[in-house]
């Protein structure tokens, strides 16, 4: 009975914010577990406390989520504790954020990441597995090159926010210099309609080809976004907050006054 | 009929293990929720989303745990789940460790804090609203010089399996100096017969009375922990693995190779 009331709210939730596509919804009825507990009566597993260690950081270089947890995941994303996830997290942002008190010279910035973090990615997901099936770059630059991802609702409220507090914002993907235009778009058509700095990896990986190698080439995550970070420092910039959805957007160096992880259940990026 | 069956299941784990006293037992009793939904419908408030954002250290200088999630904090602590998440830790960490090729020079050293990591609090905190109730040093002091804390089963399983491999484990614990007898007592009566270093705080605070102040007086754990992995990896030891329940375990320098985190959402320390 709760479990087909989270269903059911779930999808009211999806059609009711417009983030999905139709396919989305259908989704939702297959993947109904086939029998009643759901996930957490795999023998040997437990869904729930994998998650728990990949949100903490103690499962990592994983390369795609256990078969056994599609389904759990798959609830995760497209009902509402994920929602409800990021509420907390976004809420606590703000309210650390409104308790600050800014030097108003302009200096004061946010970081945030971008994939699961401003934008979402579930639709694309939602048709892949959740993060069950290998990742696929061709498709999911396929899917990135749309510009149809929709925004995190509850970042999409920090955002403004932070704007509102006299905060600038800074975009930090991973995502390719070859993508800054579809990026920008994307950003802007979902509600981002401003921002101080938009920094996304300076080489040009496309379709497997790379084209022209930089210093970030072979490089993690945590190394690029740490650099970056350190420039910003550098120009007098303070990073007063931090906000993505994996820990290389959170660790290394240059972190910031105070980092933010929501929620991802579906990739790990080192 | 779910929540009676882990309530059920909760007080058979407890009493099997013997790691709690008859009064949690009855505790377990008087925690059952007053509707039927538990912890998780209180408006305004996902106690779930309240214990991710702790776990993920996006909830941080917290006091007491909210009032509302006292329950649900509870029942967590006493039932399945938290069990099975430490599980999930301990085997990773396990996996982890069994993976590495050691030099066995036996610099080769794991850390693990005591509190919520090796040892449980668990029976004090069910006396005491689960982290709700404001801390109190004289009487958690007390309970800790009873020695009678419990090992938590999986840190324990994970620890006899890192000797076996050869790796030396160093305790590293924010409890004071006055409290080692005590401590190590307790620590070899549940089953951690040997380690290589005992590290407690070197400054004796002893019911307020502060007899001998120290470096570390005043500060951080982030600060007190990274001191001491620093003095040990000068002395050549490598710390491969870092294990603990607060995010100040695990944070600042010298963290080691890799961290582990436990779960603990009854109390924060910085």
Redesign the interface.
Known sequence: MALLLLLFLANILTISEGTCEPGIVKQIHLLRPRSGAGGNSIPGL?C???R??V??????GWKTVPEECEEYVGHYMLGK?YR??S???AK??FLYAQSLKLAGDGKDIWIFDIDETTLSNTPYYAQHGFGAQPYNATLFDKWVMEGAAPALPESLWLYKKLLSLGIKVVFLTGRHESQRNTTASNLKNVGYHAWYKLILKRFFLLHFECREPSKYSGKTAVFYKSNEREMLEKKGYRIIGNMGDQWSDLLGTNTGN????L?DPMYYIS
């Open positions: 437990s729930l406390s994998w728990l260690a949100e903490t950081n103690n499962m990592i504790q409800k996830d509420r907390a997290v606590e942002a105070r980092t933010f992880k929620p």
